[in-house]
C-alpha cells in the first residue's frame, strides 16, 4: 500500500542498476547523479572490445542525456562522479559476476528490447538474466528493495481493465525456458538435414553460381544460418501466441515477473514491479524531446511522414498509450524510495486509464504535423500524407497482398528484359516499393497488438503513488499522467524530437547523385594502382558467341555465317545450361568450336576484318578511361577468359592484357584451353597474386566489369565500377553504392585514332596468355 506521504529522497542509498546504457538506464542514472546527490549507484556493465567498464562509463556519460548535469557541475564534477559515486561491476546477465553485499536498492532495467528475437534469446536475455540476478543477489547476502522493471503487456491478448496486481496464470515458466534454450540446437540440427542442405545448395548455384564455388558455399551457408533465424523467430512469436500473449517479447517478460516473485519476494525480498506503457520522449527533464534513438511508435510515424503507409489496419478507437521516459524515470525512483510493506506492488505508468490517446486523435496529430513540415521527397518537391480512413486490418492485408503480386509480376518482366539503364532504372524503382512494401507488411504485422488492442491499464496505484509526492515537488519529481496535454507533446515536443533523428530532414548536398550515372572522379597520380578492365561486355559490346561468328564472318565469308548460326542454335540448351551453372564451363564447351581452325589463319582474321568489326563495337569511354589511367601512373590490366589472339585489335590500349591459351597441335587449334578460364573466383585469386607479386594496392585501385561473375574481383577493389551491368550486379552495385556507368560503342574512327594514340604512346603489348606463364 503506498504511503500517504511518499518519500521522495534516496538518502545515502547504494543502487545497483542494470541496463544503464539504454534507453531508461540513461535516464535513471541521470537522475540519479542530478538529483540524488547522496547516492552512490554500481552498474552492471559489459566489457566491450577492448573497451572496458570504465571506458564505457565515460563514454556513457558523454550522451545528450547528461548534458544539463555536465554543465551543472564541471568537468570536475564529473570526474569526482566517476571515481567516487560510480562502482563499476564488469560484467553482463549472460554471466552475472559476484554482487557486493552492501545493496540497498537495485532497479533492473535491462532486458531485449525487440517484439521479435529468436526464442533463444529472448528467454535468455529477459529470463534467464532476471534468474541470474536474483541468484546472484541472494549469494551476495545484500537485502535490497528490488524495483524490476517490466511492460504494461505483460497481461497478453486479453480486453478490458488489466488490474495493477500479479499476473494470473499458470504456465509452468520454468519448463518454457528450458524449451525456449535448447531450441536452437533442434533447430541448427534440422537445417543440416541433407534435404535441407541441397534446398540451400540449389538456390545459392541459381543466385551466384557465375561467381565461383566459393560463393556458391557461402550464399548456402548464408541462407542456413537465415533460415535458423527465422525459424527460432517464428517459433518465439508462435509459442507466445499460442499460449495468450503479443509477441515473445511480452511473453518473456511476463516470466521475468514470475521469477522475481518466486526467487526474490518468495524468499522473503522487497520487490515493486513497475510496468510502463509505450515509452517516448521525455516531456521535462533532462530537456523536453530527448530521446536516444527511435522507440516503439517512431518508424511508424516517420514511415508514414515519408508517405509509405497510405492505408494502416489500426482501430481508430483504439487507445495508442504513450507515456513520456521522464515519467517513466520518476515513478521507478518513487517506487524506489517506497518498498511495499509486506506483499509485492505494481504499478502501470501509462496513460490509457486517465488520459487516453485514442488512435484516430494520434492520426490527426501526425497528419497535421506532417502536413505543416513535410519531409522532402526523394523524387523532389515535398511528400504529400495520405488520410486514413481505417477500412479494418483485413482490407489492408488484401490490399497488400494485391500490391505484392503485382510488384513481383513487374519485377520478373523486367528481370527477363536486356540490362539497359533505363530497365536498370525501372527495377532500382521497384526495389525502392518492394522495400516500402515490406516496411508497411511489416508494421502491419508489429503493431497489430498495439494499433487494435482493446485493453485498459489501469492506473489507481500509480496514481496514489503520484499523488503522496509533496505537492512542491511534484512537477518535478511526479508522473501526473492526466496533465499531459497530448497535442502540445506531439507537435511541440516529440514529432520536432524524432524528425531530427532522421536524415531525411537534413538539407540534402546539392545533386546528390545516385550510383548511375555520377560524374567521373579526377584519378590520383599513383604508381602502386592497377586498373582492371574486363573485355567482354565492358570495354568491348561482345560475347564469346558473337567474337566466333566475327570470325568466321571475317576469315571464311559471310557464307559461312547462316551455317554457324545454325549450328550455334543446335547447341543453345547446353550453351545456356553451361552458363547457368558455371561461367568457366561455358567458356570451354564454346571453345570447343574452334577446334581444327588454323592458328595461322585466325590470326590472320584478327588483323583483317575481325579487327574491324571489334573496333566498331568497342566503347569509345573504355579507351578514353585506360588512357587517362596510363596518364595517371596506373597500370591498366585487359583481362578476358577466352583466348588472348581474340583481344588483339584492342590490346595496346593497356599495358597487359591477361587471357587464356588454347592448346595448338600441327598448327591447328584443338579446341582445349591450356588451362582453366580466368573467371569469377580464379581471376579474384589472380588478382590478389598479381597485386602482391606487383606491390599494387588493391584499396586504392580500379575495377570495371558487366556482370555478375565480375563482383568476386571488383569486390576487391576500392574502386568497383558496373559498367553496362547484368540485372544481379546492377542490384549489387546500387545497394554497395558503387558506381553505375554506360559505355556505348563509338565509331570505328574514333576508336582508331585513340587505338593510334596508344600505340604510339607503348611501342606495343602483346597479348599475356595466362597460359602461357601462369599469370
Not at 564541471?74 to 559476484?98: F, K, N, T, W, Y
Not at 545484500?142 to 524490476?148: A, C, D, G, N, Y
Not at 501526425?366 to 523524387?379: D, E, G, I, K, L
Not at 584451353?673 to 599494387?696: H, K
Request: charged share 25%; aromatic share 8%; with cysteine.
Amino acid at each position: 500500500m503506498t504511503p500517504k506521504r511518499a518519500k521522495t529522497e534516496l538518502g545515502e542509498a547504494h543502487v545497483f542498476l542494470t541496463g544503464a546504457t539504454g534507453f531508461v538506464g540513461q535516464a535513471v542514472l541521470e537522475r540519479l547523479l542530478s538529483s540524488h546527490p547522496g547516492t552512490t549507484i554500481s552498474l552492471l556493465v559489459r566489457t566491450k572490445g577492448s573497451a572496458g567498464g570504465d571506458d564505457r562509463l565515460r563514454n556513457l556519460l558523454r550522451k545528450p542525456v547528461f548534458r544539463a548535469w555536465r554543465e551543472q557541475v564541471g568537468e570536475e564534477g564529473v570526474e569526482a562522479a566517476a571515481c567516487d559515486r560510480i562502482r563499476i561491476v564488469e560484467g553482463g546477465l549472460g554471466s552475472v559476476p559476484p554482487l557486493p553485499d552492501d545493496i540497498d536498492v537495485v532497479i533492473h532495467s535491462a532486458s531485449t528490447v525487440s517484439f521479435d528475437p529468436p526464442i533463444d534469446q529472448a528467454f535468455d536475455t529477459n529470463v534467464g538474466g532476471a534468474v541470474r540476478l536474483y541468484e546472484a543477489l541472494r549469494a551476495s547476502g545484500s537485502t535490497p528493495h528490488v524495483v524490476h522493471v517490466s511492460t504494461c503487456y505483460v497481461g497478453g491478448l486479453r480486453k478490458g481493465v488489466v488490474p495493477e496486481a500479479r499476473l494470473e496464470h499458470a504456465i509452468d515458466w520454468r519448463a518454457e525456458y528450458a524449451a525456449a534454450t535448447s531450441a536452437r540446437e533442434r533447430i541448427e540440427l534440422l537445417s543440416r538435414h541433407p534435404d535441407k542442405l541441397r534446398e540451400f545448395m540449389d538456390r545459392a548455384r541459381a543466385e551466384h553460381g557465375k561467381e565461383g564455388p566459393q560463393a556458391v558455399a557461402r550464399a548456402s551457408e548464408e541462407a542456413r544460418i537465415e533460415w535458423v533465424t527465422k525459424a527460432l523467430v517464428d517459433a518465439g512469436r508462435t509459442r507466445a501466441e499460442s499460449l495468450g500473449w503479443t509477441d515473445v517479447y511480452t511473453l518473456t517478460k511476463a516470466f521475468a515477473e514470475r521469477a522475481a516473485e518466486e526467487l526474490w519476494a518468495g524468499t522473503g525480498g522487497s520487490l515493486s514491479v513497475v510496468r510502463p506503457a509505450i515509452i517516448e520522449s521525455a516531456l521535462r527533464h533532462p530537456f523536453p524531446g530527448w530521446i536516444d534513438g527511435f522507440k516503439v511508435a517512431d518508424p511508424l510515424i516517420l514511415a508514414y511522414g515519408r508517405g509509405l503507409l497510405p492505408e494502416f489496419p489500426g482501430l481508430p478507437d483504439s487507445v495508442l498509450d504513450l507515456i513520456p521516459v521522464d515519467y517513466v524515470v520518476n515513478a521507478i525512483l518513487a517506487a524506489a524510495a517506497n518498498p511495499p510493506k509486506t506483499e509485492p506492488e505494481y504499478f502501470h505508468v501509462s496513460s490509457g486509464a486517465s488520459n487516453p490517446l485514442p488512435f484516430h486523435r494520434m492520426f490527426e496529430n501526425v497528419h497535421a504535423y506532417f502536413t505543416a513540415n513535410p519531409m522532402p521527397s526523394p523524387r523532389g518537391g515535398e511528400v504529400r500524407v495520405p488520410t486514413w480512413r481505417f477500412p479494418g486490418g483485413r482490407k489492408v492485408e488484401r490490399a497488400l497482398a494485391r500490391s505484392r503480386t503485382r510488384l513481383e509480376r513487374r519485377e520478373r518482366w523486367l528481370n527477363r528484359m536486356p540490362s539497359t539503364a533505363r530497365t536498370r532504372a525501372r527495377l532500382a524503382e521497384l526495389g525502392t516499393k518492394r522495400s516500402d512494401l515490406e516496411t508497411l507488411e511489416n508494421f502491419a504485422e508489429l503493431y497489430r497488438a498495439y494499433v487494435q488492442t482493446e485493453i485498459i491499464f489501469d492506473d489507481a496505484n500509480t496514481r496514489a503513488l503520484h499523488a503522496a509526492i509533496p505537492t512542491r515537488l511534484q512537477t518535478d519529481r511526479g508522473f501526473d499522467l492526466a496533465a499531459i496535454d497530448w497535442e502540445d507533446y506531439l507537435q511541440k515536443v516529440h514529432f520536432p524530437a524524432i524528425t531530427t533523428l532522421t536524415r531525411a530532414f537534413a538539407r540534402r548536398p546539392e545533386g546528390s547523385p545516385s550510383p548511375e550515372g555520377r560524374p567521373a572522379v579526377e584519378l590520383p597520380e599513383r604508381t602502386d594502382v592497377v586498373a582492371v578492365f574486363d573485355l567482354e561486355g565492358t570495354v568491348v559490346d561482345t560475347n564469346l558467341v558473337k567474337q566466333y561468328l566475327w570470325v568466321r564472318s571475317s576469315g571464311w565469308g559471310w557464307a559461312a555465317w547462316p551455317a554457324s548460326v545454325v549450328a550455334i542454335l543446335t547447341r543453345l540448351p547446353a550453351y545456356l545450361r553451361a552458363e547457368r551453372r558455371d561461367r568457366g564451363e561455358f567458356i570451354r564447351t564454346f571453345l570447343r568450336r574452334y577446334e581444327g581452325m588454323s592458328q595461322a589463319r585466325l590470326e590472320r582474321t584478327v588483323d583483317g576484318g575481325y579487327a574491324d568489326t571489334m573496333l566498331g563495337r568497342t566503347a569509345t569511354a573504355a579507351l578514353e578511361r585506360a588512357a587517362a589511367h596510363r596518364a595517371a601512373g596506373h597500370r591498366t590490366v585487359l583481362v578476358t577468359g577466352s583466348i588472348g589472339t581474340l583481344a588483339e585489335p584492342v590490346a595496346a590500349a593497356f599495358d597487359e592484357v591477361v587471357a587464356g591459351a588454347m592448346h595448338v597441335r600441327d598448327g591447328q587449334l584443338t579446341g582445349y584451353l591450356a588451362r582453366p578460364p580466368l573467371v569469377d573466383e580464379a581471376r579474384a585469386n589472380w588478382l590478389r597474386q598479381y597485386a602482391e607479386r606487383g606491390g599494387y594496392d588493391l584499396s586504392a585501385s580500379y575495377g570495371y566489369g558487366d556482370s555478375h561473375a565480375d563482383l568476386v574481383w571488383l569486390e576487391l577493389l576500392g574502386h568497383p565500377h558496373a559498367v553496362n551491368p547484368d540485372h544481379r550486379l546492377a542490384r549489387e552495385a546500387g545497394r554497395r553504392r558503387w558506381r553505375i556507368e554506360t559505355w556505348k560503342p563509338g565509331s570505328r574512327a574514333a576508336n582508331r585514332a585513340l587505338m593510334a594514340s596508344s600505340t604510339a604512346a607503348s611501342a606495343s603489348a602483346p597479348a599475356h596468355e595466362e597460359g602461357a606463364d601462369g599469370g
